[in-house]
């Protein structure tokens, strides 16, 4: 049974680009989350999705934006990258019915802005 | 805001020691989970808690909820060097579902 996949593993952006990240969720789960984990620091959330719209959304501007498929796969767009943007992105799986119990992460995207 | 304080935020032991890692916060969670990260990885779920004062055990990990349900501890006995990692607790708050607030971490080593 696949985990949560992330794609790419590493990504080296130039300061102003735009970037895409990609995540498939745990088979079975229906919500994603995503999170920022700087060096040295604890996640952040950024927002999650369910049925394919923003449910929840973290203390970030706007050129973060996200997505979401029918099949619960999920994007994470990053517009205008400033070098504080260099981070671990963490996509996080989850199923919606109930309580929450916690999360599957992925291994994340390593974001380098230069 | 929420915020989870977790500490400490280093620990060095030896192999065999007993070390108890503490999450504190002012406001009150629904549930609280602690994760092991390793270098590369995303962070891997070890156990969530619902139940202010609830215990639960996972081999040689014991994980407490406070009565209020605003703090957590992990304790370790006997610690072995594949314990080593990140430790990170992070709570759930009562009307966010999955919308964690995590702490900052506490960073294991275990010298064999």
């Known amino acids: 049974d696949a985990g949560v996949t992330q794609s790419p593993t590493h990504l080296i952006k130039t300061r102003g680009q735009q970037v895409t990240l990609r995540c498939s969720p745990k088979?079975?789960?229906?919500?994603v989350s995503w999170y920022q984990q700087a060096l040295g620091q604890g996640p952040q959330f950024i927002f999650q999705?369910?049925?394919?719209?923003?449910?929840q959304r973290g203390n970030f501007p706007d050129r973060f934006s996200g997505h979401q498929f029918p099949n619960y796969s999920s994007e994470l767009n990053v517009n205008a990258l400033l070098l504080g943007d260099s981070a671990l992105y963490l996509c996080?799986?989850?199923?919606?019915?109930?309580?929450?119990?916690?999360?599957?992460f992925g291994s994340g995207t390593r974001l380098t802005v230069v | 805001t929420q915020l989870l304080e977790q500490s400490p935020q280093f620990l060095s032991i030896q192999e065999g020691e007993n070390l108890t890692v503490y999450c504190n916060s002012s406001?009150?969670?629904?549930?609280l989970q602690w994760y092991r990260q390793e270098p590369g990885e995303g962070p891997v779920l070890l156990v969530t808690?619902?139940?202010?004062?609830e215990v639960k055990k996972l081999k040689r990990l014991t994980f407490q909820f406070g009565d209020a349900r605003k703090d957590s501890s992990l304790h370790i006995t006997a610690a072995q060097p594949g314990d080593t990692g990140l430790y990170l607790c992070?709570?759930?708050?009562?009307?966010?579902?999955?919308?964690?607030?995590f702490g900052q971490g506490t960073i294991l080593t275990v010298h064999p």
């Open positions: 088979s079975g789960h229906d919500t």
């Open positions: 999705y369910y049925e394919e719209e923003e449910r």
């Open positions: 808690v619902v139940t202010g004062g």
């Open positions: 406001s009150v969670f629904s549930s």
């Open positions: 992070a709570g759930n708050g009562g009307t966010s579902y999955g919308k964690l607030t």
């Open positions: 996080a799986s989850s199923y919606s019915t109930g309580n929450f119990y916690g999360y599957t």
